[in-house]
């Protein structure tokens, strides 16, 4: 049974930090391409980043490139999202995911249960 649990998120003003965490369990994370996507009320599931087992982060959306860093600690069994000068837009729910690599949420094949990120103006 493979688990992803996020944590991390919560409310900021614009312009703030948050660092998103998500711990897997029950695979072999080191093997696993992790990927984190957002979803706000009303828009489809959105890719944010990702980063293979390797290591290699992949491009990041124009939406995130600059301010989002995605990394990961394979002793923790944990990927990080690090989310710096935080807009409004950014207002969603984020989840983890462990799948393909690709910027499509149908090539991911495990979820968390999502995190609130929310930016007020």
């Known amino acids: 049974q493979v688990q992803l649990v996020e944590s991390g998120g919560g409310l900021v003003q614009a312009g703030g930090s948050l660092r998103l965490s998500c711990a897997v369990s029950?695979?072999?994370?080191?093997?696993?391409?992790m990927a984190w996507f957002r979803q706000a009320p009303g828009k489809e599931r959105e890719f944010v980043a990702v980063?293979?087992?390797?290591?290699?982060?992949?491009d990041y959306p124009d939406s995130v490139k600059g301010r989002f860093t995605i990394s990961r600690d394979n002793a923790k069994n944990t990927v990080y999202l690090q989310m710096n000068n935080l807009k409004p837009e950014d207002t969603a729910v984020y989840y983890c995911?462990?799948?393909?690599?690709?910027?499509?949420?149908?090539?991911?094949?495990?979820w968390g249960q999502g995190t609130q990120v929310t930016v007020s103006s």
């Open positions: 995911a462990v799948g393909s690599g690709s910027d499509y949420y149908g090539e991911y094949d495990y």
């Open positions: 029950g695979r072999t994370f080191s093997r696993n391409t």
């Open positions: 980063i293979y087992w390797s290591g290699r982060r992949g």
